[in-house]
T-cell receptor, first 114, second 113 residues
């Protein structure tokens, strides 16, 4: 089975730093993704980790430890517009020729206040 | 228009009716996916496809049928709609199925009454 866990909700203030954790237990692993989703909108791609370590992209960073089945998304210098859901997803292989697919956690709703 | 488009954006249907949700992408991406999103469950994979005529079941395929006769289209059919299929449905595509990420359509909000 596939199990991807992340906190349901988090709150933070403008200008702060927040870390959103994700743990996973999946049948196979081909990479971990983070997506951002604003209310009523489609998810948008934030980051991708396939090797252990930290990937930095502007105010956002993502970390992966494959041996621990663990990732986090770090958001710095928080802004009000960062209020959204953050989705952790693991790429898992298909049993047949259909390639791979992303399995998502339930998402973490982040509320940023002034 | 370039991109990935879903139609309709909103749909209300009755229990027992067949309904088809359309997904079209203009990039010629090989990989396409259907997800449903519900409160408390997040995004759940219904079906996916690596190329025309190659599909596989995801986490929640029961009650759904897909086809992919052309690379750019990936319709999702609910054979006999039930109230439990009330949800927001997202289609996505990817060139490699890997680190390029998936690009999602705007979604279809389906209500089964």
């Amino acid at each position: 089975g596939q199990n991807i866990d992340q906190p349901t909700e988090m709150t933070a203030t403008e200008g702060a730093i927040v870390q959103i954790n994700c743990t996973y237990q999946t049948s196979g692993f081909n990479g971990l993704f983070w997506y951002q989703q604003h209310a009523g909108e489609a998810p948008t791609f934030l980051s991708y980790n396939v090797l252990d370590g930290l990937e930095e992209k502007g105010r956002f960073s993502s970390f992966l430890s494959r041996s621990k089945g663990y990732s986090y998304l770090l958001l710095k210098e928080l802004q009000m517009k960062d209020s959204a859901s953050y989705l952790c997803a693991v790429r898992v292989p298909s049993a047949n020729q259909a390639g791979t697919a992303l399995i998502f956690g339930k998402g973490t709703t982040l509320s940023v206040s002034s | 228009d370039a991109g990935i488009t879903q139609s309709p954006r909103y749909k209300i249907t009755e229990t027992g009716r067949q309904v088809t949700l359309m997904c079209h992408q203009t990039w010629s991406h090989s990989y396409m996916f259907w997800y449903r999103q519900d409160l408390g469950h997040g995004l759940r994979l219904i079906y996916y496809s690596a190329a025309a005529d190659i599909t596989d079941k995801g986490e929640v395929p029961d009650g759904y049928v897909v086809s992919r006769s052309k690379t750019e289209n990936f319709p999702l059919t609910l054979e006999s709609a039930t109230r439990s299929q009330t949800s927001v449905y997202f289609c996505a595509s990817s060139e490699t199925g890997g680190g390029d990420g998936y690009t999602f359509g705007s979604g279809t909000r389906l209500t089964v009454v």
